[in-house]
């Protein structure tokens, strides 16, 4: 069993910060990429940032430049630093992962999500 737990939502100001953490864990024998997406009220869910094992990033246009994906492998963890947030990145962020298990299998998992609300 793995899961994953966000944590740091909540509520801020336009042009304010905030930074999203994700912790991973059970039978977790290796982590391949792991990401944030996020999605708004009736919209799809979309990718904001991920991140390889070796630190290799890749941004969504709406976020690049503002937002910084960092992980630590030594203790399953990923971050999400939001700078300059704007109303329209309002949203329910959820973390994913690419875990192998110890029963040698690759799976994708997903954390329950944590609100972002933007207010202008």
């Known amino acids: 069993q793995v899961r994953l737990v966000e944590l740091g939502g909540g509520l801020v100001q336009a042009g304010g910060s905030l930074r999203l953490s994700c912790a991973a864990s059970?039978?977790?024998?290796?982590?391949?990429?792991m990401g944030w997406y996020r999605q708004a009220h009736g919209k799809q869910r979309e990718l904001v940032a991920a991140i390889s094992p070796g630190g290799t990033t890749n941004y969504a246009v709406a976020v690049k430049g503002r937002f910084i994906i960092a992980r630590n492998n030594g203790n399953n963890m990923v971050y999400l630093h939001m700078l300059n947030l704007k109303p329209e990145d309002t949203a329910v962020y959820y973390c994913n992962a690419d875990v192998l298990t110890y029963n040698s299998t690759w799976n994708n998992y997903w954390g329950r999500g944590t609100p972002v609300t933007v207010s202008s």
């Open positions: 059970g039978s977790i024998v290796s982590l391949n990429d």
